[in-house]
T-cell receptor
Framework: QQKVQQSPESLIVPEGAMTSLNCTFS??????FAWYRQHSGKAPKALMS????GEKEEGRFTIHLNKASLHFSLHIRDSQPSDSALYLC???????????FGTGTRLQVLP | EAAVTQSPRSKVAVTGGKVTLSCHQT?????MYWYRQDTGHGLRLIHY???????EKGDIPDGYKASRPSQENFSLILELASLSQTAVYFC??????????????FGPGTRLTVL
């Protein structure tokens, strides 16, 4: 069964800092790699996803995938207090329609 | 944007009682899912469905049943609620279209407390 792990569990950064979140997975056949963001008391919402090795940038957010290392990451440039939330990584294998989520990284951005 | 609603938004149940959580989506999505969220466990899949009148077991199905009477509606049933089922429950839907099947659209969640 797919195992998805995130690090760190929590992170506190000052406003304007670069933030890096990490996710490792166990199934090398995985093909969907995504980050979801969940503000306190709210529903998770997809932030961005990638399907093949490399990088993808959307605004201040960049996702980087290295399938050989079974690792992908989310980088937030110029972190803002509004970025404070629980970040969940998500992975799906090619032979299933199920998405497996990590346990989350709680990010706090201090003004 | 996708619209998924859940009812009730919160519920207190007694141990051994029956609980039904309801989910309704207006996205015309084929796939629907039930997850539970506990501190330290992220989101774990309980049951899911590809089509009306059919459900599949997820990763933690024990103690739960699911029902999909129509494309729009998906229910989660706890026949005999237990203390360990205290959690926040999220319903989600996804599109069957190529490249879209994995992106989950979540409802607002139901906070269930079993006493």
């Amino acid at each position: 069964q797919q195992k998805v792990q995130q690090s760190p569990e929590s992170l506190i950064v000052p406003e304007g800092a670069m933030t890096s979140l990490n996710c490792t997975f166990s199934d090398s056949a995985s093909q969907y790699f995504a980050w979801y963001r969940q503000h306190s008391g709210k529903a998770p919402k997809a932030l961005m996803s990638i399907f093949s090795n490399g990088e993808k940038e959307e605004g201040r957010f960049t996702i980087h995938l290295n399938k050989a290392s079974l690792h992908f990451s989310l980088h937030i440039r110029d972190s803002q207090p509004s970025d404070s939330a629980l970040y969940l990584c998500a992975v799906a294998a090619s032979n299933t329609n199920k998405v497996v989520f990590g346990t989350g990284t709680r990010l706090q951005v201090l003004p | 944007e996708a619209a998924v609603t859940q009812s009730p938004r919160s519920k207190v149940a007694v141990t051994g009682g029956k609980v039904t959580l309801s989910c309704h989506q207006t996205n015309n999505h084929d796939y629907m899912y039930w997850y539970r969220q506990d501190t330290g466990h992220g989101l774990r899949l309980i049951h899911y469905s590809y089509v009306a009148d059919s459900t599949e077991k997820g990763d933690i199905p024990d103690g739960y049943k699911a029902s999909r009477p129509s494309q729009e509606n998906f229910s989660l049933i706890l026949e005999l609620a237990s203390l360990s089922q205290t959690a926040v429950y999220f319903c989600a839907s996804s599109d069957a279209g190529a490249g879209q099947i994995y992106e989950q659209y979540f409802g607002p969640g139901t906070r269930l407390t079993v006493l």
